[in-house]
């Protein structure tokens, strides 16, 4: 398997910024683009765990737009072939920091190359727990 093909490894670092942008913007049209339009679909929260886009979609539909800004480090892109792909990161906003995880399929759907969450994960890091800069 070809691990982290420059011409994917662009696509899918292209489509993770467009995803932060639109997190940080509320635009819950793209986020809502982005992810795989299945009932097959996960994102586990902070404190929800959603299971399906018809979850998802209502959680970002009604998530408030206030303070969403955030500030990423240690971003690792790792593509599997030229279709599948993790994203990892830490995150941190001004009164928290934490880390989010997403897997990227290359579906069929029109737009972004194909390209589409079909889980992730974000969870909160202990204000104690150290993360170098």
């Known amino acids: 398997m070809d691990i982290n093909l420059p011409d ?20 819950v049209t793209l986020l809502d683009q982005l992810f795989w ?23 970002r539909n009604a998530r408030s737009p206030v303070g969403l800004a955030r500030e990423l480090r240690h971003t690792v892109i790792t ?16 009164a928290v920091s934490g880390r989010q995880s997403q897997t990227w399929v290359r579906t069929a ?3 972004h190359g194909g390209w589409r969450v079909v889980a992730a994960h ?4 202990p204000k104690s727990t150290p993360t170098p800069p």
């Open 122 to 125: 974000v969870s909160l890091l």
């Open 79 to 94: 593509t599997f072939g030229r279709d599948v792909a993790t994203a990892m990161t830490e995150f941190a906003r001004p």
């Open 37 to 59: 339009d299945s009932p097959h679909t996960v994102r586990y929260g902070v404190g929800e765990n959603l299971v399906g886009i018809e979850a998802i979609r209502a959680f």
């Open 8 to 27: 994917i490894h662009a696509e899918v670092s292209a489509v993770f910024a467009l995803y932060e942008q639109a997190l940080t913007s509320n635009d």
């Open 109 to 111: 759907a029109p737009g």
